[in-house]
């Protein structure tokens, strides 16, 4: 089974009614696909060129290794928010997700997050 | 398993900026880290702004930290620029963790925000909480 941007984004708002911002993200392009934010001043784009350029540098630095693995997250600990990137499985496109340290913990976002990367589409 | 001529058990120095107190400092650092995650892959510590190496470390030939030195450059300027937007005014990086199938890495700023310090190491040594509590302890 799988699922669109939208749905999967709105799957995860059901989950985490309190995140600050969520974003599917194509990799190839670091255009967002669908997104929700709970800031008024959420740049998608922005949020996404950036977090596209993090993806693709980390799975440079995979291949100059040659290490043979596949990124499963990146996580990223802010002040008082949490941001995790989490790549579908063929890599193709990514999740962000940004959370308030206060209402999540790292865990229970990937964990979340890593049901909705398996059937994105 | 250890064996010696596979391994590269010494501590390589950069040249460059990391001369006199900073490469006593920096020569420290890492054996502190070896002392206590003594299984890690490859440790790092690269200034920002030039992307330049002060200190490196690789328990294995293969796991090369100077081809990494750009691409995690990189990925720290980019968490840099994202984080002059409005939105996340106010907010620090703390520190950025990679989870890999059996390995993780984690880069964290030091106290100084001019350099970073990366840390490679396999998911069945350690767990990613101690690690980064190590992190969040040697490198300030």
Redesign the interface.
Known sequence: MSTTPNQTIQSILKELPTLV?VAVVETETGMPLAFH?N?S???AE??AA??T??VK??L???S????N?????????????LHLLKLSPDASKFIYLAVNAKDTNLAMARSILKNHAEVLN | MKIPFLSKPTIKKVTGEAFGTERAQLATFVDKFLQELPELLALSVVEIKSGKMLAAYTSQASFDPYKLTAPNTKVVREFQNALTTSWLSGQQMNDLAIVLEDQFHIIRLLADKRRYCYLAIKSSDTNMAIARDIMRTLAG
């Open positions: 911002s934010s800031l001043d959420f740049d922005t949020a950036y977090n350029e993090v540098a980390k440079k630095a995979i100059a290794l040659k290490l693995q596949k990124i499963q997250d990146i996580l990223l600990t802010l002040t008082d928010q």
